[in-house]
Structures are given as C-alpha cells and as structure tokens.
C-alpha cells in the first residue's frame, strides 16, 4: 500500500496485510514530518461453491489480495464457517449442495449478518436462458463465470469499499468456457439428476420473478417453458437420450425447487403478518 506524506508528497510503502485495521505512527524519511496513517481492515471472503475449477480460478484472480479466502462446497461446511468466521462478503455457488440459495441467504440476513453476497451461476455457459437477473433473492450482486477474471475484484472494490484491496482486474475469460463436469463414476441417473439440478439452479437466478408468480398462479411450466426447452437441448446434449427418455430430470428438478420457494415465500408473509 502506498501512503503520500500529506507535506512534501513523497510516497511510502507500508505492507497492508501486516498492519490491516491498524492505527499507525509514520515518519517521513525525507522531510521527518510525524502523522498518523489507519490502514483500512482486510477482506476476509468465504467462497462456497461445488466447482473446483470455480474455486481455483476465484483464488488465482484473489491471490494478491490482502485479505483471506476461506473455501467449501457444500452447504454444511457453509454454514460451520459461517458460524466460526465473521466474513466481508460470500461468494455464493446457486447451486451449492445441500441448500437453496434463497434458503442460506435467507439464514444469513436473519442472523443479521452484514456480509455481502455475491451469486455465481453453476453451469458455464453465456448465452442459455439467461438475461440480467431481475432479483437475486437478497443477496447483492451476481457476476457470470466468464467475468471472474476481469470484473470480480472491481466488484469487490464497490461491494467493499472500506477495505484493504490491492488484487487488479485481468484480462477477461475467452471463449464459452467449459460446461461443469459431472462425477465420472456416478451412475447415468445421478449425472441426470444433478445436471437438471444445476441447470434449474441457474434458471431460477435468471428467473426469479417468473418462478415467483408461476408458483402463485400456478402455470410454472408453462411461464418457463422457453427456458425448460434450452435446459432440456443442454441436458441431451450431456446424457444419453436412452437415459432422458426414462424420466423429465429437469421437471422434477424445477419441482423441487419451486416446493422449497413455495414454502419460502409462505413463510415470508406470515412474518409479514407479524
């Protein structure tokens, strides 16, 4: 971190992760003028998402950060981490094992926990049924995959401004990107299952405001059903028709879902309704 003497202007070099938070006592070495320097607090970030290559790619982008990035990918380590650490922010998997994402953002902000939330999409691709989300379930930002790179840490910056970020913005991701791996041992219906799983999670980012008021007038199928058909073109793309043709993975999926937003949005109102 470089700080000006406010006297003859000439630059000093403080390490910013040794002194993060701490009210310092400078010298200047060319003129000698005394003054006092608060070097803002680290970032402390939590990134929870089930993609090693995600994870890897978010550490790389962070790695000269001043701060610490602690990661999981499952919802209970998720919230074990919670409970122990108090955090700046929350990169948050949509698809995360174990939770929905409406659910732990829900838990966080009942805690009245202040840290930011930032969603992640699960699967990697640019341009399937996607467009600005119009919500994001209270969380306070969402960044695509292909823009970790390039636009995470000036998000960071925005999202935290009071603290100590010296990591810079690099070039943008090229190309679509690769789509998530599935478990290579897992059987063919548990690579369905979780791929549906996926997809419907990054449906429901996008689509927030359509699962809301298909659950509330019922027709959810036919309000998605755009983005049900490209969902479907991306899971055949993956698993063997012969395999699709024994259930609608995605439907039960969006199902399942849609129950625990159902039973979310019930309770939000009888809080409402004191």
Request: hydrophobic share 40%.
């Amino acid at each position: 971190m470089i700080i000006v003497c406010s006297r003859c202007r000439v630059k000093l070099r403080i390490d910013a992760a040794r002194y993060a938070g701490k009210n310092l006592s400078l010298v200047c070495r060319r003129c000698g003028s005394k003054f006092s320097y608060s070097v803002p607090p680290s970032a402390k970030i939590l990134l929870a998402h089930g993609e090693p290559e995600v994870c890897r790619t978010i550490l790389e982008v962070c790695r000269q950060d001043v701060g610490e990035i602690l990661t999981c990918s499952d919802a209970e380590m998720t919230r074990k981490l919670l409970a122990r650490h108090s955090f700046s922010a929350l990169l948050l998997d949509v698809a995360l094992p174990g939770v929905f994402p409406f659910q732990l953002i829900e838990e966080v902000r009942s805690a009245g926990d202040p840290l930011k939330i930032v969603l992640l999409p699960s699967v990697y691709n640019r341009t399937a049924y996607k467009r600005k989300p119009s919500s994001l379930y209270g969380a306070d930002a969402y960044l695509e995959l292909h823009h970790l790179s390039d636009q995470l840490i000036p998000l960071l910056h925005d999202l935290l401004p009071h603290l100590a970020l010296k990591s810079s913005p690099r070039c943008p991701m090229n190309g679509q990107g690769e789509e998530r791996p599935l478990a290579v041992n897992a059987e063919l219906a548990q690579q369905a299952e979780e791929l549906a799983r996926l997809l419907i999670a990054d449906i429901a980012l996008y689509h927030q405001e359509q699962i809301d008021l298909g659950i509330a007038s019922q027709d959810l199928e036919t309000r998605l059903s755009e983005q049900l058909t490209e969902g479907r073109r991306l899971l055949a793309g993956r698993i063997p028709q012969i395999e699709l043709d024994k259930q609608d993975y995605l439907l039960t999926a969006l199902m399942r879902f849609s129950a625990a937003r159902a039973e979310e949005l019930r309770n939000e109102r009888k809080d409402s309704h004191g």
